[in-house]
Nanobody, 122 residues
Framework: QVQLVESGGGLVQAGGSLRLSCAAF????????MGWFRQAPGKERVFVAG???????YYTDSVKGRFTISRDNGKNTVYLQMNSLKFEDTAVYYC????????????????WGQGTQVTVSS
């Protein structure tokens, strides 16, 4: 059974930092894209950052320069380092692996984690 397990969420003041981790169990994801999405209350789940097997990385505009995605294929883990956090970054953050189609910015992945809450106080 394939599982993605996120950790690292929490409560932080604006301007602070958090590091999210997503560990994959049950199969190796080194050859597929992995991404981070977030969903705020009452809003749709949206793309935050993604990394392909080739190393190609993409960020949504609102987090560029503040968030960094990385992966450790040896540990089958992807990370999201979040710096200079803002109130509007508050959301449940989801890890995803193996996009179904060619547009890896859409929340259409085969595998999802359970989500981890990030709350930024202003």
């Amino acid at each position: 059974q394939v599982q993605l397990v996120e950790s690292g969420g929490g409560l932080v003041q604006a301007g602070g930092s958090l590091r999210l981790s997503c560990a994959a169990f049950g199969r190796t994801f080194s050859s597929v894209a992995m991404g981070w999405f977030r969903q705020a209350p009452g809003k749709e789940r949206v793309f935050v950052a993604g990394i392909r097997w080739s190393g190609l990385i993409y960020y949504t505009d609102s987090v560029k320069g503040r968030f960094t995605i990385s992966r450790d294929n040896g540990k089958n883990t992807v990370y999201l380092q979040m710096n200079s956090l803002k109130f509007e970054d508050t959301a449940v953050y989801y890890c995803a692996a193996d996009p179904r189609g060619s547009n890896w910015l859409l929340p259409e992945y085969n595998y999802w984690g359970q989500g981890t809450q990030v709350t930024v106080s202003s």
